[in-house]
């Protein structure tokens, strides 16, 4: 039990503060429960002794009703507090965690299935908001009222008392040992609750594809066949728990029966008196009915214990390191400085690699697939730190700088453009939030897309679905670059779009990229060199290392990689779908 309490305590920090008032709530309510079997024990005794008059029974009623309205009254106050204690905690921790795993080092993401993570933010946080605002208050209620019955039973009868005493002992291991059962089977469930969580995002995300190759429904046997494992680990559950949760239950129920018997005897021998009789009674249906909902909650609590111990572990998990809190950097020339990086189990993906992007300048990355260009990326915006060298800004560190200083510094625009399932005033916005309507539209201006935001039915109004959906793959883009312009940091990463666009939408995102990359460092990914003859500078990237680097014409001069791929990119041009002699001569005269 301590075990869960220390993990209910690191999770919510100064917010336990927050349980306090329920806690003693539920130890109020346990104690009028008590004055409430007090008053019957009373009566049943004064009845016995035939003492039974009018004004007691009127006293007695009248009590019984304070008791009575007192602790529905209690219990509204109780449940509310609970319930709105319970929830600031949890929207509390959401936002922790949320904030907490945005400075994570994405290797993090990396190692963490999509389902683990779903599963931490719904699942784990459910789970933990269920034992703050159910199981634990009953808990400490139970608890309180078998500590209170055993001293009662003690100062009674300290015979029966010990009766007690000695079939709880009897009984609790096979409580804790279904608390420990509960306990070491909740990791694989909580496996088998990722597993369908990640292939229900899995399956969603692939919706197209698994219908064009026929893997819906059952044929799709990914998803089926977590369903099928969560399901029989569900039941597993279950029954590995049930057997000691009833077996505990069965006995401390017994508790009653023995009183029954063991009092009988002792009233018959004259070794106790009617009184003594009925306390005790009264007693142990009132304690073997507390100590069944601890046999019940226990288990739960140990394997909700879990979900605690989770969340814990994330909130240990330390986020990027930084010595200062402000980028200070005299200008934003980023260096490479013998930069070696591998993502996991040491497979090297840059080796050694040294390269310098002038201020105000734009630098091109080119290369075969795989070769490193968006590894380079993802390590100047810092989601991952180099194994050795140093990447610096303006002669900063980038591993001393703080990451949302060093966000602040920087745009990137992805090939996968993800746009919330907002307005577009609210996507475009969100680059910087205190921008009035004029920025945005002058943002959106220069990136070409005002006039179809304006042609929409509710202008910068319009949702756009979950990811940008409703809108084409030109329209994100420019909204993007909309976004990205608002922003107007100084350093821009751009990942230029592999696919070919059409010849307007082209025109005018290059247009827009234009006005977004004016008088800025620009690091520009490159899948067709045609954009980038102009370029400062074009580094040839391969297996992570600089293979060319110079202009376009001092590249194309050397006649290596780069030069042969220009030549490579102008055949293919002219590639047409299902070319016959007829459209060769066509084409040809075309030309
Ligand atoms: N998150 C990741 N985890 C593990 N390995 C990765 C990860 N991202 C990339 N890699 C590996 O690192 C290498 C370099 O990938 P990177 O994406 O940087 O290449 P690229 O030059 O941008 O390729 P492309 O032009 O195809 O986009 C590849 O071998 C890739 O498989």
């Given at each position: 039990m301590t075990s869960v309490i220390r993990n209910i305590r690191a999770v919510i920090g100064e917010k336990i503060k927050l349980l306090y008032t329920p806690i003693l709530l539920a130890v109020l309510d346990a104690f009028l429960n008590m004055l409430f079997y007090s008053v019957m024990i009373l009566s049943i005794v004064t009845l016995i002794k035939n003492q039974f008059t009018e004004s007691f029974f009127f006293r007695g009623i009248a009590v019984l009703a304070v008791v009575f309205i007192f602790r529905t009254l209690l219990a509204r106050y109780s449940f509310a507090s609970l319930q709105l204690n319970g929830s600031v905690i949890a929207t509390d921790l959401r936002l922790r965690l949320a904030e907490h795993v945005r400075g994570l080092n994405s290797g993090y993401f990396n190692q963490n299935s999509v389902g683990k993570l779903t599963s931490y933010f719904s699942t784990d946080i459910a789970d933990f908001e269920q034992v703050l605002t159910h199981h634990l208050t009953d808990f400490v209620k139970a608890l309180f009222s078998v500590s209170v019955c055993m001293i009662a039973a003690v100062v009674i009868d300290f015979r029966f008392a010990g009766v007690m005493v000695v079939m709880i002992l009897v009984a609790l291991p096979l409580m804790i040992k279904g608390g420990s059962v509960g306990h070491t089977i909740a990791p694989e469930h909580r496996v088998r609750i990722n597993a369908v969580i990640s292939r229900v995002v899995e399956y969603i995300n692939g919706i197209k594809t698994f219908r064009l190759y026929r893997l819906t429904g059952t044929k799709f046997e990914r998803l089926d066949q977590s369903f099928n494992e969560l399901k029989k680990s569900s039941i597993r559950v279950e029954l590995s728990m049930m057997p000691y949760v009833m077996i505990f239950s069965t006995i401390v129920s017994f508790m009653i029966p023995v009183a029954l018997i063991w009092g009988t005897n002792l009233l018959i021998q004259g070794n106790s008196t009617p009184e003594q009789y009925i306390a005790v009674l009264m007693l142990s249906v009132s304690t073997s009915s507390q100590l069944m909902t601890i046999g019940m909650l226990y288990p739960e609590l140990k394997y909700l214990s879990k979900s605690a111990d989770n969340l814990r572990q994330i909130f240990e998990t330390q986020p990027l390191p930084y010595t200062k809190d402000a980028f200070i950097g005299a200008d934003h020339e980023i260096t490479f400085e013998h930069v070696s990086f591998s993502?996991?189990?040491?497979?090297?993906?840059?080796?050694d690699l040294s390269f310098t992007v002038e201020d105000g300048k734009t630098t091109a990355l080119v290369g075969p697939?795989?070769?490193g260009k968006s590894t380079v990326i993802s390590l100047i915006s810092r989601f991952w730190d180099v194994d050795n060298g140093e990447i610096r800004m303006g002669n900063e560190k980038?591993?001393?700088?703080?990451p949302d200083a060093l966000t602040e510094e920087i745009t990137c625009v992805f090939q996968d453009v993800y746009l919330f399932n907002d307005t577009i005033l609210n996507n475009i916005r969100m680059a910087k939030p205190s921008a009035t309507m004029e920025e945005v539209t002058q943002a959106s201006r220069l990136a070409n897309c005002h006039e179809f935001i304006m042609q929409m039915?509710?202008?910068?109004?319009t949702l756009v679905g979950e990811?940008?959906?409703?809108?084409s793959g030109g329209e994100k883009q420019r909204v993007s670059i909309a976004r990205a312009l608002l922003k107007d940091a100084p350093v821009v990463l751009l990942d230029e779009s592999t696919s070919s666009l059409d010849v307007d939408n082209e025109k005018e995102i290059n247009h827009a990229l234009d006005h977004l990359m004016a008088e800025k460092t620009v690091v520009v990914i490159a899948h067709r060199l045609d954009t980038i003859i102009n370029a400062d500078q074009i580094i040839v990237l391969d297996e992570g290392s600089v293979r060319e680097k110079g202009t376009h014409q001092e590249l194309c001069r050397q006649q290596g990689w780069y030069a042969q791929m220009i030549k490579e990119q102008e055949v293919a041009k002219t590639w047409v779908i299902g070319e016959t002699s007829e459209t060769k001569d066509i084409l040809e005269d075309a030309r």
């Amino acid at each position: 039990m301590t075990s869960v309490i220390r993990n209910i305590r690191a999770v919510i920090g100064e917010k336990i503060k927050l349980l306090y008032t329920p806690i003693l709530l539920a130890v109020l309510d346990a104690f009028l429960n008590m004055l409430f079997y007090s008053v019957m024990i009373l009566s049943i005794v004064t009845l016995i002794k035939n003492q039974f008059t009018e004004s007691f029974f009127f006293r007695g009623i009248a009590v019984l009703a304070v008791v009575f309205i007192f602790r529905t009254l209690l219990a509204r106050y109780s449940f509310a507090s609970l319930q709105l204690n319970g929830s600031v905690i949890a929207t509390d921790l959401r936002l922790r965690l949320a904030e907490h795993v945005r400075g994570l080092n994405s290797g993090y993401f990396n190692q963490n299935s999509v389902g683990k993570l779903t599963s931490y933010f719904s699942t784990d946080i459910a789970d933990f908001e269920q034992v703050l605002t159910h199981h634990l208050t009953d808990f400490v209620k139970a608890l309180f009222s078998v500590s209170v019955c055993m001293i009662a039973a003690v100062v009674i009868d300290f015979r029966f008392a010990g009766v007690m005493v000695v079939m709880i002992l009897v009984a609790l291991p096979l409580m804790i040992k279904g608390g420990s059962v509960g306990h070491t089977i909740a990791p694989e469930h909580r496996v088998r609750i990722n597993a369908v969580i990640s292939r229900v995002v899995e399956y969603i995300n692939g919706i197209k594809t698994f219908r064009l190759y026929r893997l819906t429904g059952t044929k799709f046997e990914r998803l089926d066949q977590s369903f099928n494992e969560l399901k029989k680990s569900s039941i597993r559950v279950e029954l590995s728990m049930m057997p000691y949760v009833m077996i505990f239950s069965t006995i401390v129920s017994f508790m009653i029966p023995v009183a029954l018997i063991w009092g009988t005897n002792l009233l018959i021998q004259g070794n106790s008196t009617p009184e003594q009789y009925i306390a005790v009674l009264m007693l142990s249906v009132s304690t073997s009915s507390q100590l069944m909902t601890i046999g019940m909650l226990y288990p739960e609590l140990k394997y909700l214990s879990k979900s605690a111990d989770n969340l814990r572990q994330i909130f240990e998990t330390q986020p990027l390191p930084y010595t200062k809190d402000a980028f200070i950097g005299a200008d934003h020339e980023i260096t490479f400085e013998h930069v070696s990086f591998s993502y996991e189990n040491g497979v090297s993906v840059l080796n050694d690699l040294s390269f310098t992007v002038e201020d105000g300048k734009t630098t091109a990355l080119v290369g075969p697939s795989g070769s490193g260009k968006s590894t380079v990326i993802s390590l100047i915006s810092r989601f991952w730190d180099v194994d050795n060298g140093e990447i610096r800004m303006g002669n900063e560190k980038l591993r001393d700088i703080r990451p949302d200083a060093l966000t602040e510094e920087i745009t990137c625009v992805f090939q996968d453009v993800y746009l919330f399932n907002d307005t577009i005033l609210n996507n475009i916005r969100m680059a910087k939030p205190s921008a009035t309507m004029e920025e945005v539209t002058q943002a959106s201006r220069l990136a070409n897309c005002h006039e179809f935001i304006m042609q929409m039915e509710n202008g910068y109004d319009t949702l756009v679905g979950e990811g940008g959906s409703t809108l084409s793959g030109g329209e994100k883009q420019r909204v993007s670059i909309a976004r990205a312009l608002l922003k107007d940091a100084p350093v821009v990463l751009l990942d230029e779009s592999t696919s070919s666009l059409d010849v307007d939408n082209e025109k005018e995102i290059n247009h827009a990229l234009d006005h977004l990359m004016a008088e800025k460092t620009v690091v520009v990914i490159a899948h067709r060199l045609d954009t980038i003859i102009n370029a400062d500078q074009i580094i040839v990237l391969d297996e992570g290392s600089v293979r060319e680097k110079g202009t376009h014409q001092e590249l194309c001069r050397q006649q290596g990689w780069y030069a042969q791929m220009i030549k490579e990119q102008e055949v293919a041009k002219t590639w047409v779908i299902g070319e016959t002699s007829e459209t060769k001569d066509i084409l040809e005269d075309a030309r």
